[in-house]
């Protein structure tokens, strides 16, 4: 079954454990019940307000699901998650082989993993009828280890290409950017999960290397996933929104259940992520050769609504 990402976004809320739900009460007035979600139909909770309270034994029973709680701080990053220290049965197996692996099999898989995104960078901007070409033709180009740093050079050229030439990527900047935080923290959510439940340990990265980033295997595998957030941000700047909205917020998390073509028929991005670290987890003790990455496209979804506009 699919879980379902439940966000936080109203101020004076608490949050508490009762018969297996997680239950959402309004914290002024009467205390009325706001609502209840099965915590077993929980993929990931996102705490995006001020004021918010929840108790310990609901944290507890989210970990225990491999359900992340994440703690957003301005301009909708995430600044925070809690994950369970155990996730899979086979962890401290996994855990060993990922340590161990050796840095020519690390470099194979970064490469991969470029390739896929540059892939989907270019199958977005030829969804928004923008020039695909600079992009595809930087996959083949793509050596181990990607030292030519094209997973770089190919941003500089799609975030123009996308949005116009006045657009800058920054994290701390609104309007589309913030839209973008958000969607990027539902993703990073969901791949966080992913990985966890894949018996994998989120710091021990591929490529990524900041000191100070406790995920930065989840930010590896997320890249590939990235052009769908961008797209669906894009479609709805057309469709004259231009800030995080309920209903942006929405559509942004809605995009982790759209389809995606992979090599064993169509796929939500939900599950696209559990398939992509499993495949890795598998690579590092030995029973796979390659990723499950989804293969070259748009979610199917999507594609259907901007044929539709």
């Not at 705490?47 to 310990?56: F, K, M, P, Q």
């Not at 990073?188 to 992913?194: G, I, V, Y």
């Not at 590092?284 to 499950?292: A, P, Q, R, T, V």
Request: overall charge neutral; glycine content about 6%.
């Amino acid at each position: 079954m699919i879980g379902r990402i439940v966000e936080i976004a109203d101020d004076r809320r608490h949050l508490f454990l009762s018969r297996g739900f997680m239950v959402v009460q309004d914290t002024e007035g009467q205390r009325k019940e706001l609502g209840q979600v099965p915590l077993d139909d929980i993929a990931a909770v996102i705490a995006n307000a001020h004021g918010l309270s929840y108790t310990n034994n609901l944290l507890i029973a989210l970990a225990e699901r491999c359900a992340p709680f994440v703690l957003c701080a301005a301009n909708h990053n995430a600044a925070g998650m809690l994950l369970p220290i155990e996730g899979n049965y086979q962890q401290a197996k996994r855990f060993d082989a990922q340590i161990a692996a050796s840095q020519p099999t690390i470099k194979r898989l970064w490469a991969d993993i470029v390739k896929s995104k540059l892939q989907q960078q270019a199958a977005a901007l030829e969804a928004a009828s923008a020039p695909s070409i600079p992009l595809s033709s930087l996959v083949r180009k793509v050596r181990s280890g990607d030292p030519d740093n094209f997973e770089a050079q190919g941003a500089r050229r799609y975030w123009t290409l996308l949005f116009g030439e006045s657009f800058r990527r920054d994290q701390q900047g609104g309007g589309l950017n913030a839209m973008l935080n958000y969607g990027y923290t539902v993703l990073r959510a969901t791949t966080a999960r992913a990985v966890v439940s894949a018996g994998l340990h989120p710091t021990l990265g591929l490529h990524h290397s900041n000191q100070g980033n406790a995920m930065r295997l989840v930010d590896d595998l997320m890249e590939p996933f990235r052009p769908m957030v961008d797209l669906k941000v894009w479609q709805l700047q057309k469709q004259g929104e231009d800030m995080v909205t309920p209903e942006t917020k929405r559509a942004l998390v809605r995009t982790m259940y759209d389809d995606m073509q992979t090599s064993a028929g169509v796929t939500p991005i939900i599950v696209c992520t559990q398939k992509l670290a499993t495949s890795l987890a598998q690579i590092f003790i030995g029973e796979k050769e390659k990723l499950d990455l989804p293969l070259p496209g748009l979610p199917l979804n999507l594609a259907s609504s901007l044929l539709d506009e």
